[in-house]
């Protein structure tokens, strides 16, 4: 019976350090991860934002300075597509399809101090809404996306909002919106729908905008030091 309580109390020992030292594990400063979801276009070929929507997926990469501010490198891929249009801008029964590949580098705002839970600040939150904004590059092609030769290079502003949850100590899920407003106003490569208004000359926001919302998973790695050898936070 002695050998049994003895053997309890080892095993309840043993959990309970694993939680202590979980609760006082330094925090992560990378993640990597996988997102996908639905894209769409809006340009001089769609009405509006969700007239054609079709997949859009890739990778990203973020570094977090502080529990509120990050940076976030992401690679990605989307199919665009839009109605087809006569020489005297009516509209047909056929669509065309492009297939855009994008990278883009954003900082990104926490609202909350988000990260694992600390019991020396009460203030830090496995969940979290955020905003971001930066500058990225978009390759597309010529020949539309059957075809594609991807001989068109152009800067594009993404922007949007997203939302965090740490549901792990090293994983956590992420949802966002993003927004990107190219620099362009030919993404759609068909004559008649590249300046199809005839603005290009006098409105400098005359410009293809495409975005997406997507899900998806990332895994941390690249643990903090601590900030002394005692130090426990």
Same mark, same amino acid.
């Given at each position: 019976?002695?050998q049994?309580?003895?053997l309890?109390a080892?095993?309840?020992c043993a959990?309970?350090?694993?939680?202590?030292a979980?609760?006082?594990a330094?925090?992560?400063?990378?993640?990597l991860?996988?997102?996908?979801?639905?894209?769409y276009y809006?340009g001089?070929?769609?009405?509006h934002?969700?007239m054609n929507?079709?997949e859009a997926?890739g990778?990203?990469?973020r570094?977090?300075f502080?529990?509120?501010?990050?940076?976030q490198?992401?690679?990605?891929?989307q199919?665009?597509?839009?109605?087809n249009y006569?020489?005297? #801008?009516?509209?047909?029964?056929?669509k065309?399809?492009n297939? %855009?590949? +994008?990278? &883009?580098?954003t900082?990104?705002?926490?609202?909350?101090?988000f990260g694992?839970?600390?019991k020396?600040?009460?203030?830090?939150k496995p969940?979290t809404?955020?905003i971001?904004?930066?500058?990225g590059?978009?390759?597309?092609g010529a020949n539309?996306?059957k075809d594609a030769n991807?001989?068109?290079?152009?800067?594009?502003?993404?922007f949007?909002?997203?939302f965090k949850?740490?549901?792990?100590?090293?994983?956590?899920?992420?949802?966002?919106w993003?927004h990107?407003?190219f620099?362009?106003d030919?993404?759609?490569?068909g004559?008649? #729908?590249?300046d199809?208004?005839?603005?290009?000359?006098?409105n %400098?926001? +005359?410009? &293809?905008?495409?975005g997406?919302i997507t899900?998806?998973m990332?895994?941390?790695f690249?643990?903090?030091?601590?900030p002394?050898?005692?130090?426990n936070?």
């Amino acid at each position: 019976m002695k050998q049994l309580k003895f053997l309890i109390a080892c095993v309840l020992c043993a959990v309970g350090y694993s939680l202590h030292a979980q609760a006082l594990a330094q925090p992560y400063l990378c993640e990597l991860g996988f997102q996908a979801g639905c894209g769409y276009y809006v340009g001089d070929g769609a009405e509006h934002i969700f007239m054609n929507p079709r997949e859009a997926y890739g990778l990203q990469f973020r570094y977090k300075f502080t529990k509120r501010w990050a940076l976030q490198v992401k690679a990605t891929t989307q199919r665009i597509t839009g109605w087809n249009y006569d020489e005297d #801008l009516r509209r047909l029964d056929t669509k065309w399809e492009n297939q %855009l590949i +994008n990278t &883009d580098v954003t900082a990104e705002f926490n609202f909350f101090r988000f990260g694992s839970s600390n019991k020396y600040d009460k203030r830090i939150k496995p969940y979290t809404p955020y905003i971001f904004l930066g500058i990225g590059v978009g390759v597309y092609g010529a020949n539309g996306y059957k075809d594609a030769n991807y001989n068109h290079v152009m800067a594009y502003f993404p922007f949007g909002i997203g939302f965090k949850w740490k549901f792990s100590d090293r994983a956590g899920l992420n949802i966002a919106w993003q927004h990107n407003v190219f620099f362009a106003d030919n993404l759609e490569n068909g004559a008649n #729908l590249n300046d199809r208004f005839e603005m290009n000359g006098s409105n %400098l926001m +005359n410009c &293809d905008p495409t975005g997406m919302i997507t899900a998806g998973m990332v895994f941390e790695f690249g643990q903090a030091k601590k900030p002394c050898r005692i130090c426990n936070y």
